[in-house]
């Protein structure tokens, strides 16, 4: 197999295992820090008990993101060295502010809170839970600040010709704020929020059914639910803020989302469909002038499409971005009508009643990661093929002395040892929400009663 394909498996295969669980790391932040405030206002033993218990699973979650982000730091330099020289500037201070002013927020508060119940005052414990969220909320800044420069570059300028180009910073807040970092940032923060929220209401609508810390449980949901109502909702503009973004710095991709070949006509928008990229057309379910209606809220204003770039400059796999690009919207979609739908049972003092919507709700932990991963599988794919948008080409990135087979060797080793972490966390996950939020044995079992 071609050693670029090669290195891209590695690297797609290696950022989507990892991107498992920082998102969830910041949803579960944020559930504690909720859980934590309201039991320093009430008083009400209760929320200690969910925070010590959801504190355990955030730090398994932590423990094996931060394992698993390592590897890509080394790849960027073993298999994309002409990549790494490149942007070696840029991702050096973006990298560098994230590794001082969010892991190293992050870590040390972690400290304090993982070890300080019975150390330090509740309100100190509480700034330390604040302080971890916070962290971890920097952390996610700085890695999509990198990643958006790639998707649309500020405040640079080029040094170098041929393999030795490079891009340097010239100024540092452009690059920051470049045109898609914000509302990207937006967005992977209100994934990683739905990530948490629907984890903490999979648990706890598994405890209801099963009559397991069925009061201790509906606090739980309750707070999560709402911040999935709130969340679920909100994505849906920063989601529409982005496709604005896209539409203007990065047509290409924009086309490639909804299968749109024309140079320049109004464009459908599918809610579900099948591009055939030889015959450029898309057979699905769609609504005429949608997409034009979105972007420029006119049913008949044409929108740039493929054609209108040569054949090198296109995605290559259309329906590939189509269909992560549709997955997320469907499932972002189908969270919303959950949210509501089960804030409107919990009006009618139904919620916990209705034993369908629980047993959704205890398999919905699954949904959020589906949509966070063909999300992010849509943007890379749909910047093909380009690694850094309009300047470098993923071709020209990866590093010309790595031989397919030392790339398939290591994608083997990574396949084995991602597994085993993977199993890792499955059991140490599974044996503390079979343990229950309670620490003594006799209080679980007590209020199993």
């Known amino acids: 197999m071609d050693v670029e394909i090669l290195a891209r498996i590695q690297f797609a295969f290696t950022i989507a295992f990892h991107y498992i669980y920082p998102p ?35 730090a398994i979650t932590f423990g094996i993101g931060v394992a698993t982000g390592i590897i890509m730091e080394f790849e960027f330099g073993t298999n994309w060295a002409v990549y790494s020289r490149y942007v070696g500037d840029i991702f ?33 414990h509480f700034i330390s839970t604040i302080g971890v969220f916070l962290g971890s909320m920097f952390s996610a800044v700085w890695i999509v600040v990198a990643n958006s420069w790639q998707q649309t570059p500020a405040g640079y300028h080029i040094v170098g010709e041929g393999f030795n180009a490079r891009a340097e910073v010239t100024d540092f807040w452009a690059m920051v704020f470049n045109p898609s970092s914000v509302d ?23 405890y209801i059914r099963k009559g397991k810390y069925v009061e201790l449980s509906k606090r739980a949901f309750k707070i999560a639910l709402v911040v999935a109502t709130v969340v679920s909702f909100t994505q849906l503009i920063s989601g529409h803020r982005s496709a604005d973004g896209v539409a203007v710095n990065q047509p290409a991709k924009l086309a490639a989302m909804e299968g749109h070949y024309e140079k320049s006509a109004p464009a459908d928008l599918y809610l579900l469909g099948w591009v055939d990229n030889e015959k450029q057309e898309v057979t699905g379910l769609g609504v005429p002038g949608g997409l034009s209606f979105l972007v420029h809220q006119d049913f008949n204003e044409p929108i740039t499409g493929l054609n209108a770039f040569p054949k090198e400059d296109q995605p290559s796999q259309v329906n590939a971005v189509f269909q992560f690009y549709h997955i997320m919207i469907s499932i972002g979609m189908f969270l919303i009508v959950l949210s509501f739908y089960a804030c409107f049972l919990w009006w009618k003092g139904k919620l916990f009643e209705t034993k369908w919507i629980l047993w959704i709700f205890s398999f919905s932990v699954l949904l959020p990661q589906i949509a966070n991963q063909a999300g992010w599988f849509a943007a890379e794919m749909g910047r093909q093929p380009w690694i850094v948008y309009g300047h470098l080409r993923t071709s020209e990135g990866f590093s010309q002395e790595v031989s397919a087979n030392q790339i398939v060797f290591s994608l083997i080793l990574f396949l084995v040892v991602y597994s085993l972490l993977f199993l890792l966390f499955l059991y140490s996950l599974n044996k503390k929400i079979k343990h229950g939020p309670y620490e003594d044995e006799a209080q679980n079992q007590l209020e199993t009663i």
């Open 92 to 124: 050096g201070s973006a990298l560098a502010a994230e590794g001082l002013f969010a892991f190293g927020l992050e870590s040390t508060f972690l400290g304090i809170l993982i070890f300080g119940w019975n150390r330090v005052s509740p309100r100190v």
């Open 184 to 206: 990207r940032i937006i967005h992977v923060w209100q994934g990683a929020f739905l990530a948490g929220a629907f984890m903490v209401l999979s648990v706890h609508a598994y």
């Open 24 to 58: 969830l790391s910041i949803g579960i932040g944020l559930i504690m820090v909720i859980m934590e405030g309201l039991y320093l206002k009430t008083g009400k033993k209760e929320y200690e008990v969910l925070t010590r218990f959801w504190l355990k699973i955030f």
